[in-house]
């Protein structure tokens, strides 16, 4: 018998600051957007493409990725793939895959020193943060 399994990894930088909401029943839950690059060779060339996910984090790791997170800032996310249906004002079906994250790793930030060039010492930020999507 085969099992489902639905799990991604991705790394890349943030395109926006995070939003955190709550839902109606008191849960945290913050929305990011991410961007990924993939380098391949193209008649010779470099080519660089750039594919875009929405995450979503709940709990615990939601509020620090609230605290921590800021645009531009790298990640690597490990979660499942979640696809949302609903219908339009008009009546149409629409759906959307998004990344529930289960584990998110921060990457280094370098601070900058007095010529503007990125020091060596990463600033102290958590490494890694774990959270489950809570059950409705």
């Known amino acids: 018998m085969l099992s489902n399994l639905n799990s991604i990894i991705i790394e890349g930088n943030l395109v926006r600051d995070p939003l955190i909401k709550s839902t109606p029943n008191g849960h945290q839950v913050c929305s990011f957007a991410l961007a990924s690059n993939r380098y391949f060779r193209q008649n010779e060339q470099t080519e660089n493409e750039v594919s875009f996910f929405d995450i979503e984090t709940w709990s615990k790791l939601a509020q620090t990725c609230s605290d921590v997170l ?3 800032r790298g990640v690597r996310v490990v979660g499942r793939l979640k696809q949302d249906r609903w219908t339009d004002n008009v009546g149409k079906n629409l759906s959307k895959i998004k990344i529930v ?3 998110v790793e921060f990457k ?19 490494a890694r943060e774990h959270a489950v999507e809570p059950a409705f």
Do not use: I, L
């Not at 900058?112 to 930020?125: H, I, L, R, V, W």
């Open 70 to 72: 800021k645009k531009g």
């Open 108 to 126: 280094p930030v370098f601070k900058k020193n007095e010529e503007g060039d990125s020091s060596q010492a990463p600033e102290e930020q958590p």
């Open 101 to 103: 994250a289960e584990h």
